[in-house]
């Protein structure tokens, strides 16, 4: 079981880059799925999380405003709308899928994805 992530790429500061995550062998129903991000040197960040059951959403305060999560059921998909990128934006994105926990927490997740890369040049 594992998602696959894509839709990273190059883009200048300013862009939008929209990032997509599959589940291999299961479906998202019922699971908290969320979006990290690490970038060279630092620790893995959160970025968005969105509740099955309590049906929230949450973000990292540096991504605010800017980006925006979701998942299609129909299509058994998660996306992470990225809009308005900076520089430090940069880091590589991993999707995950959980089912207990706080959803800020790392350690919550049971399924993770090998990561997508994201650049943006200022």
């Known amino acids: 079981l594992r998602l696959v992530e894509s839709g990273g790429g190059l883009v200048q500061s300013g862009g939008s880059l929209k990032l997509s995550c599959t589940p291999s062998?299961?479906?998202?129903?019922?699971?908290?799925i969320a979006w990290f991000r690490q970038a060279p040197g630092k620790e893995r960040e959160f970025v968005a999380a969105?509740?099955?059951?309590?049906?929230?959403?949450y973000y990292g305060d540096s991504v605010k405003g800017r980006f925006t999560i979701s998942r299609d059921n129909a299509k058994n998909t998660l996306y992470l709308q990225m809009n308005s990128l900076k520089p430090e934006d940069t880091a590589v994105y991993y999707c995950?899928?959980?089912?207990?926990?706080?959803?800020?927490?790392?350690?919550?997740?049971?399924?993770w994805g090998r990561g997508t890369q994201v650049t943006v040049s200022s």
């Open positions: 995950a899928a959980g089912s207990s926990g706080s959803a800020y927490d790392s350690t919550s997740y049971d399924y």
């Open positions: 062998g299961f479906r998202l129903e019922g699971y908290t």
């Open positions: 969105d509740r099955w059951f309590a049906r929230g959403t």
